[in-house]
């Protein structure tokens, strides 16, 4: 009887051995969670749109006037930084002559008649930097021809508030000028041009 109680208790033993080996075995398996690598990427797009406008507004203009009449319109470049910016061309406008050397010109709705005018690259452009130059000692007629404003350069990390805003604004100037002792009908002239960024 002695005999049979130890083969029960070493069975019972060796089942018991057994399912410890298996219950932690199991809980090895279960150890080894699972894990994958998952890539994310994204590509960041060159784009420009030009925005806020204002017109050049020359106010008025005197035909007996020895001086010439000066004036500004502006608008902003808002582009991704690394954009690089080809050119800025601005077009000759509706009216402008066909003949020789294309010259802008303003046009009056009564009289049919025509006043030249002049559109100026701005000054110190500095683009990287996110700085559109100003309008004194402009001389750079700014045409379709005459359009590298930004010498080629792509805005940097000099412009104000990168990395808070969705695209980085660099203001530009349009500096206008009307030639003096032009002999024409008073009333009202006016003319409109395309600004378009290549980039």
């Known amino acids: 009887m002695m ?55 020359f106010t008025s203009y005197d035909p007996n006037s020895t001086t010439d009449t000066i004036g500004a319109g502006q608008f902003d470049l808002s582009c ?4 690089v910016v080809s050119s800025v061309e601005i077009t000759s406008g509706s009216n402008a002559t066909s003949e020789g050397n294309i010259e802008r010109q303003m046009k009056s709705i009564s009289t049919n008649e025509f006043l030249p005018y002049h559109l100026y690259q701005p000054k110190n452009v500095d683009f990287p930097a996110g700085n559109g130059g100003s309008c004194s000692g402009a001389n750079t007629d700014w045409g379709a021809k005459n359009s590298n404003v930004t010498n080629g350069a ?43 960024v290549n980039f």
């Open 80 to 83: 991704t930084r690394g954009t």
């Open 154 to 196: 792509p805005l940097g990390s000099g412009v104000n508030g990168l990395g808070n805003a969705p695209a980085n604004d660099v203001n530009f100037k349009v500096c206008g000028d009307i030639p003096s002792g032009k002999n024409i009908t008073a009333g009202n002239y006016s003319d409109t041009v395309t600004i378009t």
């Open 3 to 57: 005999f049979d109680l130890i083969k029960k208790y070493s069975r019972f033993t060796i089942l018991s051995s057994l399912s410890l080996v298996g219950f932690f075995f199991w809980v090895g398996l279960r150890a080894e969670t699972p894990s994958g690598v998952l890539s994310v990427s994204v590509t960041v797009n060159s784009h420009c749109s030009i925005k806020n406008i204002q017109n050049l507004n």
